[in-house]
């Protein structure tokens, strides 16, 4: 995504309401703006991010969903920190939650944030097999992640965390629990391949 071009697409506003026509394809994951024009002729609008509730770019590769939010990760001391400013994060995952995740190239892919509806941040999940940080305690950062994240919402991965009973190694496996013994209703979801 390094070189902005012209995609099709739609843009959901906070409103609901819906633009479909061409975009500017994002190169950075913060952008204050979105570019717009509904047929190619068109002049330029530009529309606030703030206004963005979530964009659908039509590129080669299929559809990427984007949604503009805070960002909130564990610090070195344990604590919760939100970005100061909201970032565009591409869906990964769409269910009962996102699973959303940078599209740039400066971050990994396994940096993995769950966005429930509603809300307007995301925040970091930390899994053992990934999010390799340095000198940290990888046990007490799921342990935390997980108990932010799915506390009320799926109360038996948060105990079996604790317990040392389900340790996932990937997000697929926190997908396939939640699906297991935490869904509800009987509506299939679907578990990232």
């Known amino acids: 995504m390094a070189k902005a071009e012209w995609v099709r697409g739609t843009i959901i506003l906070n409103n609901g309401e819906e633009k479909t026509g061409f975009i500017r394809n994002l190169s950075n994951t913060d952008a204050s703006f979105v570019e717009y024009k509904f047929k190619s002729s068109d002049d330029v609008v530009k529309l606030q991010s703030e206004e963005i ?17 805070y960002t909130s990760s564990i610090g070195i001391n344990g604590e919760f920190k939100i970005s100061k400013n909201k970032s565009w994060l591409r869906v990964v995952f769409r269910g ?23 809300e307007n941040k995301a925040t970091m999940i930390y899994i053992m097999g990934n999010n390799g940080l340095i000198g940290s305690d990888k046990n007490e950062l799921l342990r935390k992640s997980v108990s932010s994240i799915f506390n009320d919402r799926c109360n038996l991965m948060v105990e079996s965390i604790e317990k040392g009973t389900f340790l996932p190694e990937d997000i697929k496996q926190i997908l396939r629990y939640y699906v297991d013994n935490c869904k509800e209703g009987s509506s299939p979801q679907a578990v990232i391949e």
């Open 96 to 118: 009962d939650f996102d699973v959303l995740s940078f599209y740039s190239g400066t971050f990994r892919d396994s940096d993995y944030y769950i966005n429930w509806p509603g």
């Open 53 to 69: 509730k979530e964009m659908m770019l039509r590129l080669r590769e299929g559809t990427l969903v984007v949604k503009y939010v």
